[in-house]
């Protein structure tokens, strides 16, 4: 009983943050992404009577070394993964362990999240491995669990996460398929380590920001504003709105209490580099996760300028471009 799943990264341009219930991970908001083709995880989970733990490894870049852990460990990262098992083993009425072996075709240590793309190709390799079968509907709700922003990596392309008013109506689905536009996201990478607030202890304060009530209750706007400048392919639109999340969000997060400052000094220079070349006629546009790297968003056409530009900004340690991709799907090769 053995699965493989590749699964996407993504980059929302109308950002989660905050969660109207924490063990449902379900969100305040509803949020809208694409997919990344650049930074995918690949993941194989085998469920087997003769385990008597569940073994979480994960391998690194050149497949060089394996850091083995299990639940025993208490290491936060693969006791998710085992919580996570434990939602898929229930619907699946199975109590046998599994053996998980899951690989970040990230560029290396780039500092981009990998979650999203974790928990969509766990779910999706624990489901089929353990002889599920369900919707794609079903597949992002037990994503979800996993990590809230892992269910839009599961939808092809361009995908909305509707928030939902509980677990079954709180799921992501495809609004575009990856072909619809050849939009990039230019990934300007300014710190390579992992950021030292994840999202999860990050969204346990935003109820203490002033702002938090504001910002939700822009957001349905938004989306619907959002949705018509992706129907239209409309960068100038899809853009404003873009940023304006993004700094919607983090001026959250920096009003909490205690406050998160996500971005560093060269985070902010880009985002005024960005505003200099709109000036200049070159449209492209900044959104950030948490963390402080910077996403640029532009049209395939102006790729060459943008990532040029971008690479001269003192600070810069990496550029990556992302085209938007399928999301989470099966692969017949397995990593064991
Ligand atoms: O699902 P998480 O815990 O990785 O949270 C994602 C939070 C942001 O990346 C900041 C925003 C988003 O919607 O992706």
């Not at 994960?58 to 098992?85: P, W």
Request: aromatic share 8%; net charge positive; proline share 4%.
């Amino acid at each position: 009983m053995k699965a493989t799943a590749i699964a996407p990264a993504n980059i929302a341009f109308i950002k989660y943050w905050g969660k109207a219930d924490d063990a449902l991970r379900l969100p305040l908001n509803s949020s809208i992404s694409m997919n990344l083709s650049g930074c995918v995880t690949t993941t194989t989970v085998e469920f087997s009577p003769s385990y008597r733990e569940d073994i979480v490894e994960f391998m690194d870049q050149k497949a060089l070394t394996i850091l083995s852990r299990s639940r025993e460990d208490s290491q936060s990262e693969s006791l998710r993964v085992c919580n996570h098992l434990d939602s898929v083993r229930v619907r699946a009425g199975s109590s046998w362990h599994a053996r998980v072996v899951t690989k970040n075709f990230f560029p290396k240590g780039a500092g981009i999240a990998s979650s999203a793309s974790g928990f969509a190709a766990l779910t999706v390799a624990a489901v089929e491995a353990l002889g599920l079968t369900l919707s794609e509907k079903e597949l992002t709700i037990i994503a979800r669990l996993g990590s809230g922003s892992a269910c839009r990596s599961i939808p092809d392309g361009f995908v909305e996460w509707q928030k939902g008013k509980n677990s079954q109506t709180s799921f992501a689905y495809s609004l575009y398929p990856e072909n619809h536009w050849d939009l990039l996201d230019i990934v300007v990478v300014v710190q390579k380590s992992q950021k030292k607030i994840g999202s999860t202890e990050g969204m346990d304060g935003v109820r203490t920001s002033p702002f938090l009530g504001k910002r939700i209750r822009n957001i349905p706007d938004r989306i619907k504003e959002i949705k018509h400048a992706l129907a239209h392919k409309d960068i100038e639109f899809l853009g404003a709105l873009m940023e304006e999340d993004c700094i919607n969000m983090h001026a959250v997060a920096m009003t909490q209490k205690p406050p998160i400052y996500y971005w560093n000094g060269t985070t902010m220079d880009i985002i005024r580099s960005v505003c200099d070349w709109r000036m200049q006629g070159i449209p492209a546009y900044f959104t950030i996760d948490a963390g402080p790297n910077v996403h640029l968003i532009c049209e395939a056409k102006d790729e060459k300028i943008v990532s040029k530009k971008a690479s001269k900004i003192i600070g810069v340690q990496q550029i990556i471009v992302n085209k938007p991709a399928q999301g989470a799907r099966l692969v017949e090769e397995h990593l064991f």
